[in-house]
């Protein structure tokens, strides 16, 4: 098997807004595909997207979808992944699964390249993609547990309303206009779908991301917790978040508290360190107002660290401001990569 | 003197974000005013403005303006404050000041009046407002610290533009109908007015309030920082601060970490300790998806608590989520306030 092989790849959950942006990111990596398949729910099946210039038509998933397939990229909740993934599986085809389905199955492989590519060696046909907010980070601080070590993580997120789908976007966007037009605001989506009530997002702040937990913490909040012990092999590790949906479409930002086991480290050195470590842009010049937002990180595969700077008070305690597409980075090129070192590793 | 006494206010600045809320909180309050003057910049000198019904004509503010003022609510800009704060208490006004001018004078008390009212009696005319963020969060603390003794606080902050001024919420305004209309985005406000670069702030964030400082902190980072341990009497306390700008009008947001000295603490006395404090309204219930919101708190006078957590792994660790309004509590409320205990205690 070479890098010119091809192969036949599915995309579960095409019409998604991560789903969409899985075959954007195949297209503009230019993956070796054979056939591609798009599979969907019943209800979108029918629909027609554009690859390539070539327009497919969906297709309902279903076990037998999997015939022949070589990689499946899921994206299309939970229950589909329980559902399919094994069906996938049993067909022959490796599956990389996007939602948390699988993440914290200790069978699993729970894969960001640039921090644990190695894992995907040991999967059982099953790699499951981090939750967006948990990639994005894990990046930013691998280079630093490696060089440094690293004890003590504390996070707040600045967190997009696209990672809640494209019905939460329309939802920003109507409540938005309505807001500007001094209407009544209506949420139906926000913050979490399935949840009992809604709140307006629209010039608004909602410090809640996924349901809630027994321990008053959010599934986003535990799963960015678990999820960041198990990809970075930090059991030890002592972290904790606190997620906020906020009134922007795209890329998450995050405001990272970590404390490194190597005394007198300098910002410099953190600066070099993070800034040459694999997928991370540094954007870090307070000199010139450099520092990376949501909108200039929006589009973009790079996760980008700014506002690099020591903790007053603890001495090895360093702020970092982390910012990343969240459908990217968060969600569709890391399962593109992982389908790219799977290819290039032969570890299909 | 008796709280029935009457008062001559002056206030500087009455046109902007900040001094209109101070004229509807005076009204609100019902302060016992007997002759009301608006100073301005000669730029909005001639302006009209409605009290409880009268129009009032702004007047420019010079060292003469003060003669026969009791007490003079500033807030028209550090500079302003600097050149006229002076005037003023020679004239025998009593200044409260919301610029950052004076705060960290060591001969002006920095107040709020949760945690050290008594302060205000080392007053020597003047008698500082502290910064928007650092109100809210100091309000939360301080049942903590009283109760449990702190040790350490580090806060990532979602702020409004409000606390930019009227410019920042007009700019905001602006860029949203752009962005939803599909134009192109102008920016010339945010992040700083006096700045070199400015970027957009709808459906983005900005990681800069105020100009960064050698230490790559931001002014404002730094305020809450000295602020937080001068009001608070505690020099010792381990802080960190990172400031963030968002996209909505009303409302400061803060996730706040917090490290106690007492050993056992439950969540369950934290939230009865926070919410038994003067000023504050706990709004914590997860089973039923109770939290504050910047929207939620918008227009009101309380600080709102919510999303109180242990960490996970630190013991004496807790988590919380603190709003409230920037321009009431977190300016014109705070300063009003300051003005009723000087009446109240005859502290004039």
Redesign the interface.
């Known amino acids: 098997m070479s890098q010119t092989n091809t192969y036949n790849i599915a995309v579960v959950g095409a019409t998604g807004a991560v789903g969409q942006k899985m075959l954007e990111t195949l297209e503009d990596r230019n993956f070796p595909i054979k056939e591609l398949k798009l599979l969907s729910s019943s209800r979108s099946a029918g629909k027609k997207m554009m690859y390539k210039g070539t327009e497919y038509t969906l297709e309902e998933a279903t076990p037998e979808s999997f015939d022949d397939v070589d990689i499946a990229l899921f994206s299309a909740g939970g229950s589909v992944s329980k559902k399919l993934a094994p069906e996938a599986v049993k067909r022959g085809a490796l599956v990389i699964d996007n939602t948390s389905a699988y993440r914290m199955d200790e069978s699993v492989p729970l894969v960001v390249p640039e921090v644990n590519e190695e894992d995907i060696k040991n999967h059982n046909g099953i790699i499951a993609n981090p939750n967006c907010s948990t990639i994005q980070m894990v990046a930013a601080l691998e280079p630093i547990k490696q060089n440094l070590g690293m004890k003590?993580v504390?996070v707040?997120t600045?967190q997009a309303v696209s990672g809640a789908g494209n019905e939460a976007a329309e939802e920003l966007?109507e409540q938005?206009?309505a807001f500007?037009n001094g209407e009544e605001l209506e949420a139906s989506i926000l913050?979490v779908s399935g949840?009992?009530?809604h709140?307006?997002i629209a010039?608004?702040?909602?410090?809640?991301i996924d349901k809630?937990q027994e321990?008053?913490?959010t599934f986003e909040e535990m799963k960015m917790?678990n999820e960041t012990k198990k990809i970075m092999h930090h059991s030890a590790l002592?972290?904790?978040a606190?997620c906020?949906r906020?009134?922007?479409?795209t890329s998450h930002?995050e405001?990272v508290?970590v404390e490194v086991e190597k005394d007198d480290v300098s910002?410099q050195q953190l600066k070099e360190l993070v800034g040459s470590a694999p997928g991370i842009v540094l954007e870090d010049d307070?000199?010139?107002?450099s520092?990376p937002?949501?909108?200039?990180a929006a589009g973009k595969r790079d996760v980008f660290v700014?506002?690099?700077?020591?903790?007053?008070?603890?001495k090895n305690?360093f702020?970092l401001?982390v910012v990343s597409d969240n459908l990217l980075k968060g969600a569709a090129w890391n399962s593109v990569q992982i389908a790219e070192r799977v290819v290039a590793n032969q570890w299909l």
């Open positions: 003590r504390i707040s600045y966007r938005s206009q500007l913050p949840d009992e009530k709140f307006p010039f608004n702040a909602l410090p809640q809630f321990n008053g913490y917790i002592h972290i904790s606190t906020v906020l009134p922007f479409f930002a405001s508290y910002v307070p000199a010139v107002q520092y937002t949501p909108l200039s700014g506002r690099i700077r020591k903790d007053l008070d603890h305690g702020h401001w």
